[in-house]
């Protein structure tokens, strides 16, 4: 059954699904404001890092202005117990970096796999 859906609901589902940049320009139709501009590369940012697209992530923390310390919080076996930081962004992953990491291979994988196939059928048909 199809079903209207918001666009929130519909950038979170590009987001999701690390589609980020259809995500933007979606979120960009609605005329956001700062805050919501801010929380939205927040959140971009943490995704990209979690598919370990470590460079786009960085692009998307530098325009939220996110605390350094929030992308390190990511690392919470790096933190000293006699300097301890409490997070207050919403979106950090609470997964543990290896276990992120280990997904994210994983993803990129399936994803490779999945476009040989493609080009051996591509190849199949010339």
């Known amino acids: 059954m199809l079903r209207l859906s918001s666009l ?3 950038v979170a589902m590009f987001l999701a699904n690390v589609r980020v940049d259809e995500a933007q320009h979606l979120l960009m139709k609605t005329h956001p404001d700062v805050e919501t ?5 927040a959140q971009a940012g943490f995704v990209l890092l979690s ?16 605390d350094p310390r929030e992308v390190i919080a990511v690392y919470a ?8 930081y409490r997070t ?6 609470r997964e543990p ?10 993803r ?8 040989d196939r493609i ?4 190849r199949e048909q010339d």
Do not use: Y
């Open 8 to 10: 929130q609901e519909q």
């Open 37 to 41: 501009m801010f929380d939205f590369h």
């Open 51 to 66: 598919n370990l697209h470590f460079a786009d992530a960085m692009k998307h923390f530098q325009s939220a202005s996110i």
């Open 77 to 84: 076996d790096l933190w000293l117990e006699s300097a301890p």
């Open 88 to 93: 207050t962004c919403k979106h950090i992953p």
């Open 97 to 106: 970096i290896g276990d992120l990491v280990r997904a994210g291979l994983a």
């Open 108 to 115: 990129k994988q399936r994803s490779d796999k999945k476009q």
């Open 119 to 122: 080009i051996a059928s591509m």
